[in-house]
């Protein structure tokens, strides 16, 4: 299944209020993708970057700035897609509030769910007040839907569940590929198999690996005694612990796997090199629509993902709280591929 909301909507003005790349990540990597969506639809597409810091510190200059943004551009529809951020709450019922004034259609796109549990008993009163200016919200899978019904937010029937994944333009493989280090492809090259797992930020969240770089490279030094030539990529577009980063480097250099494993840092798309490698990690604590998992699937590549969330078919599923089971459904999978490395 693929994004559908985008798709009915024609020659309109639209609004997407949300993050775009740089940084790159599930949400932003989404708008980017959906925008050339209502582009190609024939419509008018204005962006408005909510993650300016101003939003924390300065929230009434941020709102008139946002008001004056949306009374010039003269839009039919607002998309939402910053539920998650700091003073979202805030934003949120500012925006229903004015709706009306500039005539437009409020819609909220909601990508997580971690965030409806974390809110104040109060933004969640507030929330479900206002709720009802709220023309239509869309949830990014069944979890952020989920997350409403448990803290009781009133939805009532003006809802509907869709998908984030939108495939990657493929014309821009060659100029992606380009942005990476020569290294990397070497370091492909020599491993058998060639693992990768990702991250959008550093992995390290609440004092807890997040994205589990730490579990792959457990797994990757247990895999080493079968497949001596194994290879794990470590790709974190924004490394901002590097504390982590030094005990993560230290615990390679201990297990003695150094030769076998490539950290890289940066902006860059993803996709290209997940057509390049043989099994992609998602050994996640929590999650939602992972865009590079699905982007994975997407190409056809072997997948072995965490049961945090429903994970999509044909993903290899491990118990998050076994760490012996992700290291035997890996095994087994890179056992499939290369069954000719065993004799």
């Given at each position: ?47 408005f970057k909510t993650e300016f810091r101003g939003r924390r510190y300065l929230l009434f200059l ?15 529809i607002l998309y939402y897609h910053s539920s998650y951020l700091p003073n979202s709450i805030q ?64 939805i009532e029937k003006k809802h509907t569940i869709d998908d984030a994944f939108l495939p990657p ?175």
């Amino acid at each position: 299944m693929q994004t559908q909301y985008y798709k009915k909507i024609k020659n309109k003005r639209v609004a997407i209020f949300g993050i775009t790349p740089p940084p790159l990540g599930g949400v932003s990597v989404h708008i980017q993708r959906v925008a050339e969506k209502f582009k190609q639809n024939n419509n008018k597409v204005y962006h408005f970057k909510t993650e300016f810091r101003g939003r924390r510190y300065l929230l009434f200059l941020y709102l008139i700035y946002a008001f004056i943004f949306l009374l010039f551009k003269k839009i039919d529809i607002l998309y939402y897609h910053s539920s998650y951020l700091p003073n979202s709450i805030q934003e949120i019922l500012f925006l229903s509030y004015i709706k009306k004034l500039l005539k437009f259609n409020f819609i909220l796109v909601e990508h997580n769910y971690r965030h409806m549990y974390l809110k104040k008993n109060l933004s969640k009163i507030k929330l479900n007040k206002f709720i009802k200016n709220i023309d239509h919200i869309i949830f990014m899978g069944n979890l952020p839907q989920k997350s409403y019904f448990d803290n009781k937010i009133n939805i009532e029937k003006k809802h509907t569940i869709d998908d984030a994944f939108l495939p990657p333009d493929l014309s821009e493989e060659n100029k992606i590929l380009k942005k990476y280090p020569k290294e990397l492809y070497e370091f492909i090259h020599k491993s058998k198999p060639s693992l990768l797992v990702n991250a959008s930020k550093s992995p390290l969240t609440e004092g807890k690996d997040l994205y589990g770089f730490d579990k792959s490279i457990k797994v990757v030094s247990k895999l080493k005694k079968h497949h001596p030539n194994i290879g794990l990529i470590l790709i974190i577009t924004t490394m901002e612990n590097c504390q982590y980063l030094n005990h993560l480097l230290k615990t390679i250099k201990d297990l003695n796997i150094e030769n076998n494993v490539l950290f890289l840092t940066g902006q860059k798309e993803l996709w290209p090199i997940l057509k390049k490698i043989d099994i992609f990690l998602r050994p996640t604590l929590w999650d939602g629509t992972s865009i590079s998992l699905r982007e994975a699937i997407y190409f056809n590549k072997t997948v072995v993902a965490s049961n945090v969330c429903k994970r999509p078919p044909k993903t290899t599923v491990f118990d998050i709280k076994n760490e012996n089971d992700f290291f035997e459904k890996t095994k087994n999978e890179i056992n499939k591929k290369f069954v000719s490395l065993l004799k």
